[in-house]
């Protein structure tokens, strides 16, 4: 066998060799036992992970996130009529509140389990959620949140109790996801963020949510919001200081620091001055409705909240009685009030005007145009977006937007070809781009002078007067000849 054939069945026996062990390893197998899955976050959940199921099942959760009062002893609870003794306003609260069935529970713990077997309704441990084991342990009321009180209760309040606000995070979630574990079937993907990193990072519910509210509230009332604009949130809220909107928003903006409204972090109306006063939206435990989001806003409305601050800038001035205005494009449409300074489109020029302006946009891909696509020329060196756009087809201003860099064509000439000052450049320049040559709007130049000059005294049948300009060579104007001939 040659050298080569001698290599290649090397080759062949060696891949069969490495596809035997393949097929005979175990599929899976690893060094330690394996663990549960872990929980999908807003940037891993596939389509299937975010459809409204429970991702981990009822025992994951539980080894997770343990519940505190499981299996405690029954007599260690006080119940609720005791708790009221000394804490009868907290009552009162908790019954003006969502969870005012808690002071109406009955004890269920494994009494309530042994009745849901009875009635037929258990649910196999592997597949029930925590929910199933019972709305509240052993007490009910009160102490489903605080846990066993008869201590607490006995030495008059020397023994201390379970506070939802100083109990580590994991701690508080086991107790809340008793009821509450359909949170995680809800299309707020921060919830599982907030329940799935290390146990140093966990959130506990109660960083965003209260427990004893009143549900009739502003802040809880579910007839509240949406606020169409900042001053109508302004009519039930009350401002707040921008740190205390970083505290649940720690992922704000990542230019704000080097935008132009950086101040608002630490000085005036803060987060406030764009999206509202904060009070009831931070009570509420972060309820959408109850902040302005500016791009939710209508047009107009949002625009009142940069006109305050900005309502005396030229620029400002000039927009509000724009073409754009009027048709409901606002400043955010085109603007990150939140990038850094000089930097606020959203996009490239191209692509922002192209966003809406589809047959200009497309017209740049003809073989003669402006490079506006390549960044050589921007669609505002001709252009004020924040103008009305009818100026633009002013036949001055198309002179002068071309003469910006055309300058020779421009003049002033002793002899000045008219059309010019009639109609403009684009009398015979399409400036946005063109299949003929010099953006004409015409592929002959006979055709094109014919637009105006119908009436010559040559002889078009002849080839040599097909091109004008070969003989009226200075056809933008002249200093010199009337005819543009030199």
């Known amino acids: 066998m040659t050298g080569p054939g001698r290599f290649a069945l090397a080759c062949v026996v060696g891949a069969a060799v490495l596809m035997a062990i393949a097929l005979d390893a175990p599929a899976g197998a690893d060094d330690g036992a394996q663990l549960p899955p872990p929980l999908p976050t807003a940037e891993t959940a596939t389509q299937a992970d975010r459809q409204p199921t429970i991702p981990w099942s009822a025992r994951d959760l539980a080894k997770r996130f343990p519940d505190p009062d499981d299996g405690a002893d029954r007599a260690t609870f006080s119940g609720t009529a005791r708790c009221i003794e000394c804490h009868e306003e907290r009552d009162e609260s908790l019954r003006t509140s969502f969870h005012a069935k808690l002071t109406f529970a009955k004890p269920v713990g494994e009494a309530a389990a042994r009745d849901a077997a009875e009635e037929g309704a258990a649910e196999s441990a592997d597949t029930a959620l925590p929910s199933a084991r019972g709305a509240e342990p052993e007490g009910g009321g009160c102490e489903a949140c605080h846990g066993a009180g008869r201590e607490h209760s006995e030495s008059d309040g020397d023994e201390l109790i379970r506070h939802p606000w100083d109990v580590p995070a994991q701690e508080m979630i086991g107790v809340c996801i008793r009821c509450h574990a359909d949170v995680l079937e809800l299309p707020i993907d921060e919830h599982r963020d907030w329940i799935s990193g290390a146990d140093d990072e966990l959130r506990s519910c109660t960083k965003c949510h209260e427990i004893h509210v009143d549900r009739t509230d502003p802040a809880h009332a579910e007839k509240t919001g949406p606020f169409a604009t900042v001053k109508d949130l302004a009519r039930v809220a009350q401002s707040i200081p921008a740190a205390r909107c970083i505290e649940c928003h720690d992922d704000f903006h990542p230019q704000m620091k080097r935008s132009g409204h950086a101040d608002l972090l630490t000085e005036g109306a803060g987060c406030g001055s764009c999206h509202g006063n904060g009070s009831l939206h931070e009570t509420s435990g972060g309820r959408p409705q109850l902040i302005v989001n500016p791009e939710r806003q209508k047009a107009r409305d949002a625009d009142r909240n940069c006109t305050t601050c900005h309502g005396n800038n030229a620029v400002v001035q000039r927009w509000t009685c724009s073409e754009h205005a009027k048709e409901g494009t606002s400043c955010i449409t085109c603007h990150d009030a939140n990038a850094p300074r000089g930097r606020t489109l959203r996009k490239s020029e191209y692509e922002l005007c192209g966003s809406c302006h589809l047959d200009v946009k497309a017209s740049f891909r003809l073989p003669n145009g402006h490079k506006v696509a390549r960044g050589r020329v921007a669609c505002s060196d001709c252009h004020d977006p924040h103008d009305n756009p009818r100026r633009v087809r002013n036949r001055d201003v198309r002179l002068r937007a071309c003469a910006t860099c055309h300058i020779e064509k421009a003049g002033p000439f002793v002899h000045d070809h008219g059309i010019k000052r009639s109609e403009g450049c684009i009398a015979c320049h ?57």
Do not use: W
């Open 430 to 486: 399409s400036p946005h781009g063109s299949v003929n040559d010099r953006l004409l709007t015409f592929r002959r130049m006979k055709s094109q002078c014919l637009q105006c000059h119908p009436e010559t005294p040559h002889d078009l049948g002849q080839r040599r007067y097909d091109n004008c300009i070969a003989c009226h060579v200075e056809i933008h104007g002249s200093d010199i000849d009337r005819l543009f001939l030199r």
